[in-house]
């Protein structure tokens, strides 16, 4: 099922036909209403006629997330203040937050982009869905309330905080899809699982994200809950989940490219990447009115394909995530993101997919420990049997990361459980 085939089908000509124009309207509106991009385009000699279509994207300002923090809270915003409906804000770990304004009309379009990402997942006006993702000034709760109350299925908005209220209503209810992260999910198949509830749920379907996650990951947590798991993209500062997801056949996130223009660029260089190649996602919003973005900079690393799918949508497909270009943490001078330790570690069946690296310097040397969870099944106390899965483990990481780590294996169990984004780095390092 598609659920706006008219776009999500519609030749590349005459998508890009649309862009260009929804491109050119949107750069003379944060010209005329956003003191920020005038200045920025003034300095550069850039008027907005200069932009005549996609072709001329190269040619804009980027924004960064620096830029937002700076205009706090509301100097980016293009509409005056009674044209707004609703903010959302990003939890920043540092600074502050990044507020994000939506009008009316930009409501709709988010709701209209989460009904297509729910659709992907097969979710009707006949399912029960529990929302779980936290919800407030994060985007995640209402992004896909809206969102799921636009396709008419019935919405349990659950939040995130009390898993054994959610894995019972969701037997109780007969729920048959969920929205909520991955990480968070795969600690709700072992709570049904400690209940004894797993054969009891009727789940088809989740739509997970607002944290990086691996193929191995997804197709784990199918197998565990013998569902279909969907990988759905967004971030707060470009309206929030929804600018793209995954279809039935999971070859990349379709994004809804009649309203978020995707670039891939080398992030060193601001080069657009070839087709395929990894880069930094850059997004400029061609619809949004309350809170505009020119080349918003995501920091998130992926590639793009422009071929259409067995699906049939011809919209652009980003490929899983590499992590963030703030994630890259530099060990001992190689370039080493989390989700390459997790897309190894799914590869050691005895161990679950929760890890935590520690990273510290010693004698001016950098070293890295890195926390593996035991299976339940595979606890034994024979040292020996431990020794080897040790070595093991240290083996496939130092392949897969090419430096090799001291490998911590723990009891099931043991490591923390986040119920909104994972944290899997503890970075000791004080370097000044
Ligand atoms: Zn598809």
Not at 7 to 23: H, W, Y
Not at 98 to 108: A, F, P, R
Not at 367 to 389: F, H, N, P, S, W
């Amino acid at each position: 099922m598609i659920w706006n085939k008219e776009i999500e089908c519609m030749s590349r000509d005459e998508l890009s036909a649309l862009q260009s124009e929804r491109l050119v309207k949107t750069v003379k509106h944060v010209y005329d209403n956003v003191a920020f991009y005038r200045k920025k385009m003034d300095a550069i000699g850039l008027l907005p006629g200069d932009i005549k279509g996609v072709e001329d994207i190269t040619k804009l300002p980027f924004t960064t997330k620096d830029d937002l923090r700076d205009n706090y809270p509301f100097g980016l915003f293009a509409v005056p203040h009674s044209e707004i409906v609703r903010v959302h804000a990003s939890s920043g770990t540092t600074g502050k937050a990044t507020v994000v304004g939506y009008t009316e009309k930009d409501i709709d379009i988010w709701s209209e982009c989460v009904a297509r990402c729910l659709t992907m997942a097969g979710v009707t006006k006949d399912d029960i869905i529990q929302v779980a993702y936290g919800y407030g000034l994060f985007t995640g709760g209402l992004g896909a309330h809206y969102g799921a109350e636009k396709v008419k299925a019935m919405v349990v908005p659950m939040s995130t905080g009390n898993s054994k209220k959610l894995t019972t209503m969701m037997v109780d209810f007969g729920a048959t899809a969920i929205a909520c992260t991955p990480s968070y999910l795969l600690y709700l198949s072992e709570v049904l699982e400690q209940e004894g509830l797993k054969d009891k749920i009727k789940l088809k379907a989740a739509i997970c994200g607002a944290e990086p996650w691996t193929e191995k990951m997804r197709k784990d947590i199918e197998s565990r809950l013998n569902i279909n798991a969907f990988d759905i993209y967004g971030l707060s500062e470009v309206m929030g989940p929804g600018v793209a997801c995954d279809c039935i056949y999971h070859n990349g996130l379709h994004v809804c490219e009649d309203h978020f223009l995707p670039e891939i660029l080398n992030s060193d260089t601001l080069k657009t990447q070839k087709q395929g190649e990894l880069g930094e996602l850059v997004f400029t919003t061609i619809t949004i009115q309350g809170l505009p973005l020119i080349r918003y900079r995501t920091k998130d690393l992926t590639n793009i394909d422009y071929s259409t799918c067995e699906c049939g949508r011809t919209s652009a497909r980003l490929g899983r995530f590499k992590g963030r270009v703030d994630d890259m943490l530099i060990i001992r001078g190689v370039n080493i993101f989390p989700s390459q330790v997790e897309a190894a570690l799914v590869n050691v069946k005895e161990v679950s997919p929760h890890y935590m690296m520690i990273v510290d310097r010693v004698n001016n040397l950098d070293t890295l420990e890195i926390q593996v969870e035991l299976k339940t099944e595979y606890l034994t106390d024979e040292i020996k049997g431990i020794e080897k899965l040790t070595a093991k483990i240290g083996q496939v990481i130092n392949q897969a990361l090419g430096i090799s780590a001291k490998i911590k294996i723990v009891e099931p169990n043991s490591l923390k459980r986040s119920e909104g984004k994972a944290v899997h780095v503890i970075d000791n390092r004080k370097i000044f």
